[in-house]
C-alpha cells in the first residue's frame, strides 16, 4: 500500500458519513464526501430517531464540542415513559426507562432527534469545501499504487487512499465489492405518516402517552408505534418560551436553523406481515396510504383511528422491512463500509442509526492511528472490520428477533395464543417493580448503555 498522506472518500452523507468525516476533519485528515441528493435539504429525512448511548458517544468523539452542544439544542424533548398498549389504548406495562431519565451525562440518555435536522447538525462546517452534492456514485478502480478511484454518473471522478461506503441499505460500492452481501425481505411492510400537534390532537391521548414513546400490541400480529415530538422552535423557526438561556444562544449562532423547516408532530408507524395488507402499500402514497392503514384498524381505539385520520397526506410513505444476511469475514483492502450499507436492520430496536454513529466513532479512531503512524492503513482497516463486523451482525440479529414475518406470534393458530400469553406477562411485570427494573435495563443494554468506547 501507498505511504502517501491519507485522502478519505466517503460515499453518501447520511448520519455515519458525515459524522466520520466530522471526525476525519478535526483531525487534520483530508476527506471528502460525494452525495446523491442535489441540495442538503431532503424533505424524506424529517422522521423521527431515537439517538441512544451508542450513538452520543459517536457523536461526542468525532464532533467539535462546540457542534456536539448544539446537536444537544437540537434534541426534541425527550420520552419520560415506554408505553406498551393494545390496540384500545389498555396499559400493559409502562415503563420509565433509565435511557429516559434526566441524567446530566448525554450518554445516559435518549434523545430524540429529527433525521433532516441532525443531518443539517452534521453538515455545519463540512458544507461545500468537503461535501459534494448531486454526485452519484457509478463504480471504483484500485490502482497498483494503492489509490481508489471513484466514479460519479456525471462523468466526474475522484481518487483517495480509502474509499468509505456509507449509501446505505441499497449500498453501490458495496454491491461492486462485496456482491455476496445481499439484503433479505423479512415479510413485514410498514405505512407511517405525521400527525399535526395541536391542542385538538393532543387530546387524544393520555397525558403517559403524550410524554412518552408508545408501542402498541394489536391483534392479527400488527404492530403500532405513536411518538409526540416537540422540538425547540416554533414553525416560523422562532424559539419557544422557556428555552435555556444556553440552548437559545446555541441555536442563534447555528447556521442550519436556515434550512431546517421541521415542527412539532405526532408521528406514527405500523408494520405487519405482507398478507395483512388489503393492498400492496409500496405502491401507494399519500391519501390512499392512510386511507389502507385507516381499514386496517377499523376495530382500534377511536381515539387512535382519528389521529391516523388526521395524518398529513404528505408525509405518508411505505416502508419494505429488509435485513441484512450474515457474511463470512472479507480480505481487508483500502475499501470499507459503515451503517446500512453493511449491516442493513429492522428498525426492532432502533440500532440503525446508533450502530452506523459507532461505526463512524471507531473507524475514524484506527484513521487517524494510521495519521498519526501508530498503525499501518491495512491494520487499522481489519481492526475495525473485525469488530464492527461481530457488533453489527448482533445487531442485526437482534433487530431481526423484533420484526420478522416468520416470527410464531403472525402464524394463524398459535399467533393469537402467544399474544394472548404475552399480554398476561406484561401486565403481571407492570405490576412487579423488580422485574420492570430488569426490563428497563434490558433495553437499555440494548442501546449500548453498558458498553465503553471502543
Request: net charge neutral; hydrophobic share 40%; with cysteine.
Given at each position: 500500500?501507498s505511504?502517501q498522506p491519507?485522502?478519505?472518500?466517503?460515499?453518501g452523507a447520511g448520519?455515519?458519513g458525515?459524522?466520520?468525516?466530522?471526525?476525519?476533519k478535526?483531525?487534520?485528515?483530508?476527506?471528502?464526501?460525494?452525495e446523491?441528493?442535489?441540495?442538503?435539504?431532503n424533505p424524506?429525512?424529517g422522521f423521527?430517531?431515537g439517538?441512544g448511548?451508542?450513538?452520543?458517544?459517536?457523536l461526542?468523539?468525532?464532533?467539535?464540542?462546540?457542534?456536539?452542544?448544539?446537536?444537544?439544542?437540537?434534541c426534541?424533548r425527550p420520552?419520560?415513559y415506554l408505553?406498551?398498549?393494545?390496540?384500545?389504548?389498555?396499559?400493559l406495562?409502562i415503563?420509565?426507562?433509565?435511557?429516559?431519565?434526566d441524567?446530566?451525562?448525554?450518554?445516559k440518555r435518549?434523545?430524540t432527534?429529527?433525521r433532516m435536522?441532525?443531518?443539517q447538525?452534521l453538515?455545519?462546517g463540512?458544507?461545500?469545501?468537503?461535501?459534494?452534492?448531486?454526485k452519484?456514485?457509478?463504480?471504483?478502480?484500485?490502482?497498483?499504487?494503492g489509490t481508489v478511484t471513484?466514479f460519479?454518473?456525471d462523468g466526474?471522478?475522484?481518487?483517495?487512499?480509502?474509499?468509505v461506503?456509507?449509501?446505505?441499505a441499497s449500498?453501490r460500492v458495496?454491491?461492486?465489492?462485496?456482491p455476496?452481501?445481499t439484503?433479505v425481505?423479512?415479510?413485514?411492510?410498514?405505512?407511517?405518516a405525521?400527525?399535526?400537534m395541536?391542542?385538538?390532537?393532543v387530546?387524544?391521548?393520555s397525558?403517559k402517552?403524550f410524554?412518552g414513546m408508545s408501542?402498541?400490541?394489536?391483534s392479527?400480529?400488527l404492530?403500532?408505534i405513536?411518538h409526540m415530538?416537540?422540538?425547540?422552535?416554533r414553525?416560523?423557526?422562532?424559539?419557544?418560551?422557556?428555552i435555556?438561556v444556553?440552548e437559545?444562544?446555541?441555536?442563534?449562532?447555528?447556521?442550519g436553523m436556515?434550512?431546517?423547516n421541521e415542527?412539532?408532530?405526532?408521528?406514527?408507524g405500523l408494520w405487519?406481515?405482507?398478507?395483512?395488507?388489503p393492498r400492496?402499500?409500496?405502491?401507494?402514497?399519500?391519501?390512499?396510504?392512510?386511507?389502507?392503514?385507516?381499514e386496517?384498524t377499523s376495530?382500534?381505539?377511536?381515539n387512535?383511528?382519528?389521529?391516523i385520520?388526521r395524518s398529513?397526506?404528505?408525509?405518508a410513505?411505505p416502508?419494505n422491512i429488509?435485513t441484512?444476511l450474515?457474511?463470512?469475514?472479507?480480505a481487508?483492502?483500502?475499501?470499507?463500509?459503515l451503517?446500512?450499507?453493511?449491516?442493513?436492520?429492522?428498525?426492532g430496536r432502533?440500532?440503525?442509526a446508533?450502530?452506523?454513529?459507532?461505526?463512524?466513532?471507531l473507524l475514524?479512531k484506527q484513521?487517524?492511528?494510521?495519521?498519526?503512524g501508530k498503525?499501518d492503513?491495512l491494520?487499522?482497516?481489519h481492526?475495525y472490520?473485525?469488530?464492527?463486523?461481530k457488533?453489527?451482525?448482533e445487531a442485526?440479529k437482534?433487530s431481526?428477533a423484533?420484526?420478522d414475518?416468520?416470527a410464531?406470534?403472525h402464524k394463524?393458530?398459535i399467533?393469537p395464543?402467544i399474544?394472548?400469553?404475552?399480554?398476561?406477562?406484561?401486565r403481571a411485570?407492570n405490576h412487579i417493580p423488580?422485574?420492570k427494573?430488569?426490563?428497563a435495563?434490558?433495553?437499555?443494554r440494548g442501546?449500548?448503555?453498558?458498553r465503553?468506547d471502543d
Amino acid at each position: 500500500m501507498s505511504t502517501q498522506p491519507l485522502h478519505i472518500i466517503i460515499i453518501g452523507a447520511g448520519t455515519g458519513g458525515l459524522c466520520l468525516a466530522q471526525g476525519l476533519k478535526q483531525a487534520g485528515i483530508s476527506v471528502a464526501v460525494y452525495e446523491r441528493d442535489r441540495t442538503r435539504i431532503n424533505p424524506l429525512q424529517g422522521f423521527r430517531v431515537g439517538i441512544g448511548p451508542d450513538g452520543i458517544r459517536g457523536l461526542r468523539a468525532n464532533l467539535p464540542p462546540e457542534l456536539f452542544e448544539t446537536f444537544l439544542a437540537t434534541c426534541a424533548r425527550p420520552p419520560l415513559y415506554l408505553n406498551l398498549l393494545t390496540e384500545q389504548m389498555q396499559e400493559l406495562m409502562i415503563m420509565e426507562s433509565t435511557l429516559m431519565a434526566d441524567d446530566p451525562d448525554p450518554a445516559k440518555r435518549e434523545h430524540t432527534v429529527s433525521r433532516m435536522t441532525m443531518r443539517q447538525v452534521l453538515l455545519s462546517g463540512l458544507e461545500e469545501s468537503v461535501v459534494h452534492f448531486d454526485k452519484t456514485f457509478t463504480r471504483y478502480e484500485q490502482h497498483e499504487d494503492g489509490t481508489v478511484t471513484a466514479f460519479f454518473e456525471d462523468g466526474s471522478s475522484a481518487t483517495g487512499t480509502v474509499l468509505v461506503a456509507a449509501d446505505g441499505a441499497s449500498s453501490r460500492v458495496r454491491r461492486q465489492y462485496l456482491p455476496h452481501a445481499t439484503l433479505v425481505e423479512t415479510g413485514l411492510l410498514s405505512a407511517g405518516a405525521k400527525v399535526p400537534m395541536t391542542p385538538e390532537n393532543v387530546a387524544l391521548v393520555s397525558e403517559k402517552v403524550f410524554k412518552g414513546m408508545s408501542m402498541i400490541f394489536a391483534s392479527g400480529g400488527l404492530g403500532f408505534i405513536l411518538h409526540m415530538v416537540e422540538f425547540p422552535w416554533r414553525h416560523d423557526g422562532q424559539l419557544k418560551p422557556g428555552i435555556g438561556v444556553n440552548e437559545a444562544e446555541v441555536l442563534a449562532h447555528w447556521p442550519g436553523m436556515l434550512y431546517d423547516n421541521e415542527s412539532d408532530y405526532i408521528g406514527w408507524g405500523l408494520w405487519a406481515p405482507r398478507h395483512k395488507f388489503p393492498r400492496n402499500p409500496m405502491s401507494l402514497r399519500g391519501e390512499e396510504l392512510v386511507a389502507v392503514t385507516q381499514e386496517m384498524t377499523s376495530s382500534w381505539h377511536p381515539n387512535l383511528r382519528t389521529l391516523i385520520a388526521r395524518s398529513d397526506p404528505s408525509t405518508a410513505l411505505p416502508v419494505n422491512i429488509r435485513t441484512s444476511l450474515p457474511i463470512e469475514p472479507w480480505a481487508t483492502t483500502n475499501i470499507t463500509l459503515l451503517g446500512d450499507a453493511i449491516h442493513t436492520m429492522t428498525p426492532g430496536r432502533g440500532a440503525g442509526a446508533n450502530t452506523a454513529l459507532r461505526d463512524a466513532q471507531l473507524l475514524c479512531k484506527q484513521l487517524v492511528a494510521v495519521h498519526n503512524g501508530k498503525l499501518d492503513l491495512l491494520t487499522a482497516i481489519h481492526g475495525y472490520e473485525e469488530k464492527m463486523q461481530k457488533y453489527g451482525a448482533e445487531a442485526v440479529k437482534q433487530s431481526l428477533a423484533q420484526m420478522d414475518a416468520n416470527a410464531p406470534i403472525h402464524k394463524p393458530v398459535i399467533g393469537p395464543a402467544i399474544m394472548a400469553t404475552q399480554r398476561t406477562m406484561l401486565r403481571a411485570i407492570n405490576h412487579i417493580p423488580p422485574a420492570k427494573r430488569a426490563m428497563a435495563r434490558a433495553f437499555s443494554r440494548g442501546r449500548g448503555a453498558d458498553r465503553q468506547d471502543d
